[in-house]
């Protein structure tokens, strides 16, 4: 049973520009929330995703948006990437429900030049 | 507002037990949470407490004292393997989770 996978592992961008990191929920989840986590700190919730819908939303700009597929996976895209952007996202997938245990990816280390 | 605090760094020798605390501010209480992260690794599901007391799994125990707004948690006979963050957690009433600042456990040989 494959769990949580994210992609790419590793990407480097430039001040301005756009990306689009993705992930598979573990099988069986229909829930996904996306977390930054910068250098030494506690990842930050930015969103969460259910029936393709945003159903949550952190203290994240709109530059931050997402999306979710109708077979559970989803996007996370940033725009206009500034340094401070630089980060890990990481994934985090579960069932619907309060107090349901998230599993998480191995995250997608962000460098932004 | 939520907030966590913990200590940022702890260091304990092999075999050794160690404690790790965390304090949090929250309005609506549903839970502390525990995870591990590893260098370069993902955040892992370690505990759950809702109720006060005590939880063991293994060498690993969490407490809470919903009064002190205070839990911590306990790693016995500690492994060399057991190098890694701790984040306490706050898990919301949907499914956000609100995490510390992190615990870097250093064990020494």
């Known amino acids: 049973d494959a769990g949580v996978t994210q992609s790419p592992t590793h990407l480097i961008k430039t001040r301005g520009q756009q990306v689009t990191l993705r992930c598979s929920p573990k099988?069986?989840?229909?829930?996904v929330s996306w977390y930054q986590q910068a250098l030494g700190q506690g990842p930050q919730f930015i969103f969460q995703?259910?029936?393709?819908?945003?159903?949550q939303r952190g203290n994240f700009p709109d530059r931050f948006s997402g999306h979710q597929f109708p077979n559970y996976s989803s996007e996370l895209n940033v725009n206009a990437l500034l340094l401070g952007d630089s980060a890990l996202y990481l994934c985090?997938?579960?069932?619907?429900?309060?107090?349901?245990?998230?599993?998480f990816g191995p995250g997608t280390r962000l460098l932004v030049l | 507002g939520q907030s966590l605090e913990q200590p940022s760094e702890v260091t304990a020798v092999e075999g050794a037990i160690v404690q790790i605390n965390c304090t949090y501010q929250t309005s609506g209480f549903y839970g502390l949470s525990w995870y591990q992260q590893h260098d370069g690794g993902a955040p892992t599901f370690l505990s759950y407490?809702?109720?006060?007391g005590l939880e063991e799994t293994g060498r690993f125990s969490s407490f809470l004292s919903r009064s002190d707004s205070y839990g911590y948690l306990l790693l016995q006979e500690l492994q060399m393997k057991d190098s890694a963050s701790y984040f306490c957690?706050?898990?919301?009433?949907?499914?956000?989770?609100?995490f510390g600042k992190g615990t870097r456990l250093h064990i020494l040989p």
């Open positions: 995703y259910y029936e393709e819908e945003e159903r």
């Open positions: 957690a706050l898990p919301g009433r949907d499914d956000k989770i609100i």
């Open positions: 407490n809702a109720l006060d």
């Open positions: 985090a997938s579960s069932l619907a429900g309060p107090q349901e245990t998230q599993y």
């Open positions: 099988s069986g989840h229909d829930t």
